[in-house]
């Protein structure tokens, strides 16, 4: 500890330790020091360079200018919001062959529907339904209907870079856990954009693009089986959850960007007065021993 705050004795400036230096090793010898004592010397070397006039004509001016610079980066970055849904699939058996009554097909409960097929086969059948979604022709639509990303259009920026942007903003992820064999059978559908009533728009189209894509496989099955034909499974699509709305932004918010801009300007502006502090006194000194 004593090493620690002989260390921290260096901050003060050299005409403080020139005059002062062995006074202040003598007090350290003849104390046990602690952690306060870290924070005064620390202090001390503070207040000795940096006085109340280089807080105002250099630290504060840093400090606004760095609250000027983060509000700028923050204004020209659109601030993005999130809306997401929950769309669920359920297959079972139309004959029961589970012995557990909580476990009929009648039930329908998500973490119950282990009569159905098997997990890597709904899996495949989910994908072959969220999939659509993110169909390039659709997404164009959506673009083009919902005026998606007008700027970058009106700039005449080309429709597969939109599409990219636009699929880089949806995230499609299972949720839930398998039980007793059986597979996650939902999926979170989210998208992120600018305007809020835009992304939950978004969202119900997505949804219901996967629900168009259920109901035409789910035919294109009966179809192939014949409308008499035996049928080992039924299937059952539902939105468990609507289209969220949130007006709070993602990520850090501009009011706290203008803030940590602020202390990185403040802080550069502090280093900076050390620096010119130590400069001053050395040029001082230089004066002293010329004259």
Partial sequence: MKRILKTLGRLYPRAWRERYGEEFDAILEDR???LLDIADVLLGAFRMRVSMRHLVQIVLPCG???AA???????????RYSSDTVVKFTSYRLTPVCSNPDHLPATLRPSKDICGEGGAA??????AWIQPALDRDFLISVIKTKRLYWEQQQSHVPIEQLVDTMRAHINLRPIGSAENGASTQAY???FQYSEPRL???VVALLASRSMDAFIKSS???IKAQGVSGPRQYARTIAIVRTPSFSTTPLGVSRVHQVELGFLAGSLAGLLLTLSL?????????KLRSES
């Fill in 32 to 34: 046990k020091p602690c």
């Fill in 64 to 66: 606004l200018a760095g």
């Fill in 69 to 79: 610079i983060a509000w700028g980066i923050a204004a020209r970055t659109p601030a």
């Fill in 122 to 127: 709904i899996d495949k059948l989910m994908q």
């Fill in 188 to 190: 979170r559908i989210e």
């Fill in 199 to 201: 992304a939950q728009d």
């Fill in 219 to 221: 035919l294109a099955q």
């Fill in 277 to 285: 502090g130590s400069k001053s006194a050395g040029e001082s000194r």
